[in-house]
């Protein structure tokens, strides 16, 4: 599912228009990479928690070539899910 979409499913099923909608999702999305640069954990309730994690360098393989290359370290996004939504996808 894209933003586009996103909005468009909350704009068919309420009775909000779609700017106001397009302003809302754009100001949470803002405000989840905002508390990021803050190390804050983002925890939405019945759907699952966001954290920061630095993943070290290591080496890697470059497809094309087959030569081993370093990867810098750098900050990766991880998603726990919560129990709601993890039994949602196991059904």
Same mark, same amino acid.
């Given at each position: 599912?894209?933003?586009?979409e996103?909005?468009?499913q909350?704009?068919?099923s309420?009775? /909000?228009?779609?700017?106001?909608?397009n302003?809302?999702?754009?100001?949470?999305f +803002? +405000?989840? $990479? #905002?508390?990021?640069e803050t190390? #804050?954990k983002?925890?939405? $309730?019945?759907?699952?928690?966001f954290t920061k994690?630095?993943?070290? $360098? /290591?080496?890697g393989?470059?497809?094309q070539?087959?030569?081993?290359?370093?990867?810098d370290?750098s900050?990766?996004?991880?998603?726990?899910?919560s129990k709601?939504?993890?039994?949602?996808l196991?059904?």
């Amino acid at each position: 599912m894209t933003k586009r979409e996103l909005i468009k499913q909350i704009h068919d099923s309420s009775n /909000y228009d779609y700017t106001t909608i397009n302003d809302i999702v754009d100001q949470v999305f +803002n +405000n989840i $990479s #905002e508390a990021f640069e803050t190390d #804050e954990k983002i925890v939405i $309730s019945g759907f699952g928690t966001f954290t920061k994690h630095y993943q070290d $360098s /290591y080496i890697g393989v470059h497809p094309q070539t087959g030569k081993n290359i370093k990867i810098d370290g750098s900050y990766k996004i991880r998603f726990t899910t919560s129990k709601l939504v993890k039994g949602k996808l196991n059904k």
